[in-house]
């Protein structure tokens, strides 16, 4: 079983910056993708940004330019550095990770969520 921990979420001043991080932990053998979405009240939850095993990036339309995302393979750690932030930002950040377990299983985890506010 993998476990993913957010963490760095809080409130923030339109305009200020935060970065978030995702920790994977258990019998992992390798993850591929790990990724970043968001759910605002009462909308679906969207992909923010992902990152391939290889550095590979992609990030939604939304927050391109204004975020960037990487990782820390050695770790299992996932980061979003998130600049220039707006009131529509404010949202539940969620983390995931696609991979192999240490059983050679697929697995695809999510974290708890943590709470990005964008306010003044």
């Known amino acids: 079983q993998v476990q993913l921990v957010e963490s760095g979420g809080g409130l923030v001043q339109p305009g200020g910056s935060l970065r978030l991080s995702c920790a994977a932990s258990?019998?992992?053998?390798?993850?591929?993708?790990m990724g970043w979405y968001r759910q605002a009240p009462g909308k679906l939850r969207e992909l923010v940004a992902t990152?391939?095993?290889?550095?590979?990036?992609t990030y939604a339309n939304s927050v391109k330019g204004r975020s960037t995302i990487s990782r820390d393979n050695a770790k299992n750690t996932v980061y979003l550095q998130m600049n220039g932030l707006k009131p529509e930002d404010t949202a539940v950040y969620y983390c995931?990770?696609?991979?192999?377990?240490?059983?050679?299983?697929?697995?695809?985890?999510w974290g708890q969520g943590t709470q990005v506010t964008v306010s003044s």
């Open positions: 995931n990770a696609a991979g192999y377990s240490a059983y050679a299983k697929p697995f695809s985890s």
């Open positions: 258990g019998s992992i053998f390798s993850i591929n993708a």
């Open positions: 990152i391939s095993s290889g550095g590979t990036t």
